[in-house]
């Protein structure tokens, strides 16, 4: 399973290393992550693509809640993770290179247990990787997205949250399409 060539993950981890990301991208999500949690009783998360573990941060009031964040270009969130009944995608499909959406897509069905929560932004983000692309390779709006994500999930909700900027929630098919 390729997620990402190891020239996209030399400059993503140059990114996150060289950068402190803007905490209230995260903090506009994050009392949705909560509820969701909270109306759910899960008793794990998995942040995937979590950048610098800023959700995990976030929820250290959930004691009884195992987090896992996961970030193959950065060393500490770097280990393969364990499925998880709550899955957390902020941001992170629109970071990946458009030869890896299906194994990403595939990845993180293999990994969603109940739900997870996906955003996707069809406009660019305030940082630049270090070969002067914008960090969101893939600004797609949900049009695109859509029929890679249900040959996989089932869509729950799709709401708009901010300009160029998509919430999506969605919950394991039974059988999903072979890929």
Sequence with gaps: MNLMTESQ????????QSTTYNKSSVALL???VMELIDNNDFSSLLDYGSAQGILAQQLT?????VIQSYDPALPEFE?????AEFVVCLDTLSTIESTAVDAVLDHLASLTKQLIMITISNS?????????RNEYLLQKPPSWWLPKLVARFELDHLL???DGRYLMLLTPQQNPMIH
Excluded: F
């Design 30 to 32: 994050v009392s949705t």
């Design 160 to 162: 708009k949250i901010e």
């Design 9 to 16: 993950l030399t400059k993503r981890r140059q990114l996150l």
């Design 79 to 83: 280990q393969p993770p364990e499925p």
């Design 61 to 65: 009031g959930y004691s009884d809640l």
């Design 124 to 132: 660019p983000s305030p940082y630049l990787l270090n070969d002067g």
